[in-house]
């Protein structure tokens, strides 16, 4: 079992910046992949970035690309989100989710996520 908490969010204005994170506990599997994904209400849930357990591999969803930053600490089990240059249309609720391993094909797939954090709300005021 792993458990996942999501911290950071809140309300910010367009242009501005904010950093999730994303404490992980429970069993520890090396070579395991965290992601970041986000949802609107009535939307489906939609992939953000993805990164390897190194952290030399990372993938990031075309609408965040040079903005958005996905990071992770294994000493102490918590991935990042920096999120900078905001935009109203980033507004949603940020949830981190674990899967075990790395894909470079199936990285935007939720089905291959294994456990999933309770969200943190992101609001960009225009």
């Known amino acids: 079992q792993v458990q996942l908490v999501e911290s950071g969010g809140g309300l910010v204005q367009a242009g501005g910046s904010l950093r999730l994170s994303c404490a992980a506990s429970?069993?520890?599997?090396?070579?395991?992949?965290m992601g970041w994904f986000r949802q609107i209400p009535g939307n489906e849930r939609e992939f953000v970035a993805i990164?390897?357990?190194?952290?030399?591999?990372?993938i990031y969803a075309d609408s965040v690309k040079g903005r958005f930053t996905i990071s992770r600490n294994n000493a102490n089990n918590t991935v990042y989100l920096q999120m900078n240059s905001l935009k109203p249309e980033d507004t949603a609720v940020y949830y981190c989710?674990?899967?075990?391993?790395?894909?470079?094909?199936?990285?935007?797939?939720?089905?291959?996520?294994?456990?999933w954090g309770q969200g943190t709300q992101v609001t960009v005021s225009s």
């Open positions: 429970g069993r520890t599997v090396p070579g395991s992949a």
């Open positions: 989710a674990w899967r075990p391993y790395y894909s470079s094909n199936y990285y935007y797939r939720l089905q291959d996520y294994d456990y």
């Open positions: 990164i390897s357990w190194g952290g030399g591999s990372r």
